[in-house]
């Protein structure tokens, strides 16, 4: 008989992996202390955009597979329990906050049926599954615990989710090893790379990953402030060094960093983690890696000033972007929104738009102005930012624009509009890391 499985936490992570854990054919069940979303979830309906991930999770209840629920009961005969919920940066450290993973464990470590294994999926800090497998074994001595961690990527998260460019399993036992390759099978008739990991391995190859990403990213945004300094441009650098297969040419795109729900957070719960294991040295690079991408945001800020001769009062700007990255809505840590923020506060009247994140901006900061329409967001600009590259903004018409705005100066914050055409067509072009 095929493994039922349940997924604690319905949130991106745990919705995309209940919905694709489904389409491989288990019976799924999702759980989540968030009524809202269960009832949303339940009809069809994903709280946030993610592309494909609605399609598929229609798909998935109607095949009768998947379900959702807030009793945590309803997981007590499944064979595998996915722990899917958040770790934000804690409120008063730069710690991972672990009380919902907690609060998950307590929840279904008493009522997990025997010889069942329970797979820890969230970002935590290194130590986390040690310390939560004693307590489950304590609670419930029949059930293992077992640690899965998560790649996917925002905007690509069912494809991810699907085929992984990898698994990456902390084990105890063979018995819990061979679970997972159950659970993985698909995958595993695909080639997909298998790597077996004790428990504190597992934990560090999550967070290692991402410390790198981050780490590729404000190289060559440090990059960019050399070439502005220097008069080179950034964007052929980057190219041209990416042709080195050691180096590779995909996160090398300067421009205003790296934002979001994960690599922010983790770089630092990392450094943080770290310090209370007495390795805080080694991470010392990370503090760097994290102001260089700061300081992105700032540069541009920089920039608009320059061009507004100092003076940011009553000026009219348009955000071209919300979201933290094209494809997703989520804002969290969103390095253009960021940008808007501080330059309203400046004096600036910002108006905002974002094909999908206007709704969830407008909830953070209600206070900034916003346009569904975006040539009526351009309609009157003293000046134009483009702070995430939606596709949208690249097949804007430079021409077309240039006759709604009150001055033509834009500044691309992820150098990923054609320089050539904007400037063919009359507009005063500024990006990081290139002669402005
Ligand atoms: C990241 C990792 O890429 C995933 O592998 C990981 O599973 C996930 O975090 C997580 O920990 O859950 P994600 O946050 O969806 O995924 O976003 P990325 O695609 O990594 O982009 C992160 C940020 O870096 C975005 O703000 C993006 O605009 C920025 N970025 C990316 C750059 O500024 N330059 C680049 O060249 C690439």
Same mark, same amino acid.
């Given at each position: 008989?095929?493994?039922?499985?349940?997924?604690?936490?319905?949130?991106?992570?745990?919705?995309?992996?209940?919905?694709?854990?489904?389409?491989?054919?288990?019976?799924?069940?999702?759980?989540?202390?968030?009524?809202?979303?269960?009832?949303?979830?339940?009809?069809?309906?994903?709280?946030?955009?993610?592309?494909?991930?609605?399609?598929?999770?229609?798909?998935?209840?109607?095949?009768?597979?998947?379900?959702?629920?807030?009793?945590?009961?309803?997981?007590?005969?499944?064979?595998?329990?996915?722990?899917?919920?958040?770790?934000?940066?804690?409120?008063?450290?730069?710690?991972?906050?672990?009380?919902?993973?907690?609060?998950?464990?307590?929840?279904?470590?008493?009522?997990?049926?025997?010889?069942?294994?329970?797979?820890?999926?969230?970002?935590?800090?290194?130590?986390?599954?040690?310390?939560?497998?004693?307590?489950?074994?304590?609670?419930?001595?029949?059930?293992?615990?077992?640690?899965?961690?998560?790649?996917?990527?925002?905007?690509?998260?069912?494809?991810?989710?699907?085929?992984?460019?990898?698994?990456?399993?902390?084990?105890?036992?063979?018995?819990?090893?061979?679970?997972?390759?159950?659970?993985?099978?698909?995958?595993?008739?695909?080639?997909?790379?298998?790597?077996?990991?004790?428990?504190?391995?597992?934990?560090?190859?999550?967070?290692?990953?991402?410390?790198?990403?981050?780490?590729?990213?404000?190289?060559?945004?440090?990059?960019?402030?050399?070439?502005?300094?220097?008069?080179?441009?950034?964007?052929?650098?980057?190219?041209?060094?990416?042709?080195?297969?050691?180096?590779?040419?995909?996160?090398?795109?300067?421009?205003?960093?790296?934002?979001?729900?994960?690599?922010?957070?983790?770089?630092?719960?990392?450094?943080?983690?770290?310090?209370?294991?007495?390795?805080?040295?080694?991470?010392?690079?990370?503090?760097?890696?994290?102001?260089?991408?700061?300081?992105?945001?700032?540069?541009?800020?920089?920039?608009?000033?320059?061009?507004?001769?100092?003076?940011?009062?009553?000026?009219?700007?348009?955000?071209?972007?919300?979201?933290?990255?094209?494809? /997703?809505?989520?804002?969290?840590?969103?390095? $253009? @929104? +960021?940008?808007?923020?501080? *330059? &309203? !506060?400046?004096?600036?009247?910002?108006?905002?738009?974002?094909?999908?994140?206007?709704?969830?901006?407008?909830?953070?900061?209600?206070?900034?102005?916003?346009?569904?329409?975006?040539?009526?967001?351009?309609?009157?600009?003293?000046?134009?930012?483009?702070?995430?590259?939606?596709?949208?903004?690249?097949?804007?018409?430079?021409?077309?624009?240039?006759?709604?705005?009150?001055? /033509?100066?834009?500044?691309?914050?992820?150098? $990923? @509009? +054609?320089?050539?055409?904007? *400037? &063919? !067509?009359?507009?005063?072009?500024?990006?990081?890391?290139?002669?402005?």
């Amino acid at each position: 008989m095929k493994l039922r499985v349940s997924v604690i936490g319905t949130g991106y992570l745990g919705a995309t992996h209940a919905a694709c854990m489904s389409s491989m054919g288990f019976e799924v069940i999702g759980v989540d202390i968030d009524p809202t979303k269960i009832e949303l979830l339940s009809r069809g309906k994903v709280p946030f955009y993610e592309p494909g991930l609605e399609e598929l999770l229609q798909q998935e209840i109607a095949s009768g597979r998947l379900t959702f629920s807030t009793d945590f009961q309803a997981i007590k005969d499944c064979d595998v329990h996915f722990i899917c919920v958040g770790t934000p940066q804690s409120t008063n450290s730069l710690a991972a906050d672990m009380k919902y993973v907690d609060a998950a464990l307590d929840a279904i470590a008493p009522i997990c049926k025997p010889g069942s294994l329970v797979v820890g999926k969230s970002t935590v800090p290194v130590g986390t599954a040690a310390r939560l497998r004693s307590k489950l074994l304590e609670i419930n001595p029949k059930v293992d615990l077992a640690w899965n961690p998560e790649f996917l990527r925002e905007g690509f998260a069912v494809e991810d989710t699907l085929h992984p460019n990898r698994l990456v399993v902390g084990v105890t036992s063979d018995a819990s090893e061979d679970k997972l390759k159950e659970i993985y099978q698909k995958n595993l008739a695909e080639n997909t790379p298998w790597v077996r990991a004790d428990l504190p391995t597992s934990e560090l190859v999550k967070v290692a990953a991402n410390s790198f990403l981050a780490t590729k990213i404000s190289f060559i945004n440090a990059m960019a402030e050399v070439c502005e300094a220097a008069g080179g441009d950034v964007t052929v650098l980057a190219k041209a060094i990416g042709y080195d297969p050691r180096i590779g040419s995909r996160f090398l795109q300067a421009g205003i960093g790296f934002g979001g729900g994960c690599l922010p957070k983790d770089i630092r719960a990392f450094m943080a983690r770290a310090g209370e294991l007495g390795a805080d040295q080694a991470l010392e690079f990370l503090r760097e890696i994290d102001s260089i991408n700061l300081r992105a945001r700032q540069r541009v800020i920089e920039l608009v000033r320059k061009d507004l001769s100092d003076d940011l009062t009553g000026k009219k700007i348009t955000v071209l972007g919300a979201a933290f990255k094209p494809d /997703s809505d989520d804002v969290r840590d969103s390095p $253009a @929104l +960021d940008i808007a923020v501080q *330059i &309203a !506060a400046a004096g600036a009247l910002v108006t905002i738009h974002d094909p999908k994140a206007i709704e969830p901006a407008k909830k953070r900061f209600p206070a900034l102005g916003f346009e569904e329409n975006v040539e009526s967001a351009l309609k009157g600009a003293d000046l134009v930012l483009h702070l995430t590259e939606w596709k949208q903004y690249r097949e804007l018409d430079p021409v077309k624009v240039k006759s709604l705005v009150s001055s /033509s100066i834009i500044i691309d914050g992820r150098n $990923a @509009l +054609d320089r050539e055409t904007w *400037i &063919a !067509a009359g507009w005063k072009f500024r990006a990081l890391g290139r002669a402005n």
